[in-house]
């Protein structure tokens, strides 16, 4: 399976700041996702990332507060914007990648753990 | 509202037992189903997938799916401490949903010793 990594592993940041997440494959996939998953709690999807078009957003996520970019098929960035301490949470990249494991299988990155002050 | 359900737990087995996790899903036309092991603090790691009713086993592992009962399982054979995470059961539509998985809140399994 695809091997992924993510920058940075973890920050602790100020409220009203910004953060960028780094995802990155070691192999081109199709498709890349962005998850939350807040303490205790399960993972939520935030979005698609789209290579080469803007990033398909789930309800409840809107792109000014986690613009999402997708320059290649390795690569993608998830910015959490005007960071409030309700953001604190894990924030992981997933990927598919078919062909390198079973139909419609996504794999995860570490993630990120974020904590907001 | 498509929604994938697990009980929360904790579920605690003997070290040796069978374990099994369940899981029930909403959306009919879901084609593609999958357990995950997410340790404390670590990300969800893929254990089995299953596409068909019926079983399918890997090792100590056996996912069972019944389309009709809307209704997915995970079987551990020979519980191993190791084994202690949470379960996350995951769901992914045919068609309408693009490419998304809907996750449980996930089953959390201790084995003792």
């Known amino acids: 399976s695809a091997v992924i990594s993510q920058k940075p592993s973890r920050d602790i940041c100020q409220r009203g700041t910004s953060l960028t997440i780094q995802c990155q494959v070691d192999?081109?996939?199709?498709?890349m996702f962005w998850y939350r998953q807040q303490p205790g709690q399960s993972l939520t999807l935030i979005a698609t990332?789209?290579?080469?078009?803007?990033?398909?957003?789930e309800s409840g996520f809107v792109i000014d507060k986690f613009p999402i970019s997708r320059p290649n098929l390795t690569f993608s960035t998830l910015t959490v914007s005007n960071m409030s301490p309700e953001d604190s949470s894990i924030y992981l990249c997933?990927?598919?990648?078919?062909?390198?494991?079973?139909?419609?299988?996504?794999?995860f990155g570490p993630g990120t753990r974020l904590t907001v002050l | 509202q498509k929604e994938v359900e697990q009980n929360s737990g904790p579920l605690s087995v003997p070290e040796g037992a069978i374990a099994s996790l369940n899981c029930t899903y909403s959306?009919?036309?879901?084609?593609?189903f999958f357990w995950y092991r997410q340790y404390s603090g670590k990300s969800p790691e893929l254990i089995m997938s299953?596409?068909?009713?019926g079983d399918k086993e890997d090792g100590r592992f056996t996912a069972q799916l019944n389309k009709a009962s809307q209704y997915v399982s995970l079987l551990i054979r020979d519980s191993q401490p190791s084994d202690s995470a949470t379960y996350l059961c995951?769901?992914?539509?045919?068609?309408?949903?693009?490419?998304?998985?809907?996750f449980g809140t996930g089953t959390q399994l201790k084995v003792e010793l």
């Open positions: 997933s990927v598919e990648a078919p062909g390198q494991g079973p139909p419609d299988t996504q794999y």
């Open positions: 192999s081109q996939v199709t498709m």
């Open positions: 990332a789209n290579q080469g078009s803007e990033a398909t957003y």
């Open positions: 959306d009919r036309v879901s084609q593609s």
């Open positions: 299953i596409y068909s009713n």
């Open positions: 995951a769901v992914r539509e045919l068609t309408g949903g693009g490419n998304k998985l809907t």
